[in-house]
């Protein structure tokens, strides 16, 4: 045990660079290694986590499990990813973070192979309960990396690029692993994406780093020269006391409280379009497989400008506060809604329906998932922080997952041997909690930043 701790513990600091031309040439090359390997690692690994979404209709019409079924199984990734996140954010803080995003990566890939193979909920439920474990390795790395290489005033567009991460894997998913499934069955719905995190687990092993003390150079604030006012008295004084007690200090912050449960509430709509929306633009909508995941491509393609564009806006227009822009995105978000749910049958109105969607809701993401958080908490323990909204937020997307497939399940008819759908009261779940999450975000508007 003391070997794997070893294995994956924070690196010494290095004796410090003296030369001004390799400090700059060294944080140069490694930003953009770092954020290339944040921004496609993560992208790739959401393969792995959303494979059970587009292989749900192949797996009900085969007899293999029911609606009831697979949201039993899709809740077990997103409770063991919640807990995960927490306990991992806590860790990534004390981890040498390349190492950490690795090994999670490789060994989702493995769980992926066990849900290819397999067609007993039991062991489903336990393969794809261990997948969210492994995932949970994911997003505290990538975060430590941006809060480690990304100073103050810079952190929200290149948390913008990172954010756009989601939407990578999400439109890899709907549009590529959709089109294979189609053509292929429901098991290479798994074999494939697990083949491309096995890749992306070796490619970011070697492209990321450590913190950059570890390599001789300054803390990037300092080198940025882009502290917030008083922000080195604070950052001494934080210094002196142990990381633990720092994170534990997040408690007591009812800012974080409020954040959290408006970041749950944003997480049941997202995975609610992410695991049902290629049911019901099937069944609903009359769209074939391939059909509904491009349409799902279409919000995923939007949400890469959504998250580059939330990070760009709350940094240029709004001095780096989230809340206007959390206004704004998120009424995006809802209008978008109203399009996909309630407008007519028309592929024009679909389309504009999911660009909305995905400019909202990715950039909701992007703020309530991680980047708020790392605003008004201390930056020394930003894993620990994003692992506090993480197990918030995937236990609203676990919830989701149970209620929906039992509201689906119920609504759900046999009529001449085929079967009908009712998701009205599925789709009112969903964007009541949308509404929810955007007025507790308001409520956030006066919340002030932290060093």
């Known amino acids: 045990m003391k070997a794997i701790l ?45 494979a059970l979404g587009v292989v749900k209709k192949p797996l009900i019409d085969q007899g293999v499990f029911s609606a009831a079924d697979l949201g039993l199984i899709g809740s077990a990734l997103f409770y063991t990813y919640a807990f995960g996140k927490l306990t991992n954010g806590f860790l990534a803080d004390h981890a040498n973070v ?10 989702s890939a493995l769980c992926n192979i066990g849900m290819g193979l397999s067609t007993s909920v039991a062991m489903a439920v336990v393969f794809w309960g261990l997948n969210g474990w492994f995932q949970s390795f994911g997003a505290p790395a990538c975060v430590v990396a941006l809060a480690q290489w990304f100073s103050n005033r ?5 948390y913008g690029v990172w954010s756009t991460a989601h939407s990578i894997g999400e439109g890899l998913n709907f549009l590529v692993i959709g089109a294979i499934v189609a053509a292929l069955g429901w098991r290479f719905g798994f074999f494939v994406p697990a083949t491309l995190c096995i890749g992306a687990a070796v490619w970011c092993y070697f492209w990321m780093q450590d913190r950059p003390q570890t390599l001789g150079l300054p803390a990037v604030a300092d080198w940025r020269n882009d502290h917030w006012q008083g922000e080195k008295a604070q950052v001494q004084a934080s210094a002196e006391g142990p990381v633990l007690a720092t994170q534990l200090s997040l408690l007591k912050m009812p800012a974080v409280w409020i954040l959290a449960v408006s970041s749950a509430l944003t997480y049941v709509t997202r995975y609610a379009i992410n695991s049902w ?12 497989l391939p059909a509904a995941g491009s ?19 709350s ?19 809802l209008v978008g809604l109203g399009l996909i749910f309630f407008g007519p049958t028309n592929n024009y109105v679909l389309v504009l329906g999911m660009v909305l969607f995905g400019l909202g809701m990715t950039g909701l993401v992007t703020s309530l998932g991680g980047l708020f958080a790392t605003d008004i908490c201390p930056k020394r323990v930003a894993g620990a922080a994003l692992g506090m909204i993480g197990v918030f937020s995937y236990l609203g997307a676990a919830i989701q997952e149970q209620v929906s497939g039992a509201l689906i399940e119920k609504g759900t008819v046999m009529i001449d041997g085929v079967r009908h759908y009712d998701f009205g009261p599925a789709i009112l779940f969903w964007i009541g909690a949308s509404v929810a999450s955007l007025v507790l975000a308001t409520s956030l508007w006066r919340t002030k930043l932290r060093d």
């Open 277 to 288: 929306g290629v049911l019901y633009l099937q069944e609903a909508r009359g769209y074939s």
């Open 315 to 333: 940094d240029k227009y709004f001095a780096a506060r989230r809340p206007p822009a959390n206004l704004l995105f998120g009424l995006l978000e």
């Open 295 to 313: 349409l799902l491509f279409v919000s995923t393609l939007a949400g890469v400008a959504g998250a580059i564009a939330f990070g760009y806006i």
């Open 98 to 107: 390349k190492r950490f995003f690795a090994f999670g990566l490789f060994l």
């Open 154 to 158: 810079e952190r929200g567009r290149f």
């Open 6 to 50: 070893s294995l994956f513990a924070v690196g010494a600091d290095a004796a410090p660079r003296t030369v001004s031309s390799d400090v700059d040439t060294l944080y140069t090359r490694h930003r953009f290694r770092i954020m290339m390997a944040i921004t496609l690692g993560y992208g790739l690994s959401y393969t792995c986590r959303l």
